[in-house]
């Protein structure tokens, strides 16, 4: 797994940062959202005003660690990026690229 992004948190829970790929360099935001559902998204992500993501908060098996998992999707890309933003070292937050 390679880090494809790092992010800080601020006090009402909104990360921003950057993500950086072979085909994306933007700066993105990722804001807590209303879910209408059990299944909608607890985040969206948005490169400027425009949404590429969505996120879910999930917990690890063996800590019980709070992360979001991400869906990443964008014309450029030849298909969709899932990914962990996980707490690094102190505020800092990095965004873990799978497939």
Known sequence: ??????FSRDESGIFTGSIR???LNVKATIRPVD???????????FAG???IGAGWTKAARETGTEYLSLKLD???????IYGQ?????GADWKLIWSR
């Open 1 to 6: 797994m390679a880090q494809i992004g790092s």
């Open 21 to 23: 790929t072979l085909t």
């Open 35 to 45: 879910r209408d559902n059990d299944k909608a998204p607890d985040t969206r992500v």
């Open 49 to 51: 005003a425009v949404e």
């Open 74 to 80: 964008d014309p450029s890309l030849p298909s969709p």
């Open 85 to 89: 933003l996980v707490q690094g070292d």
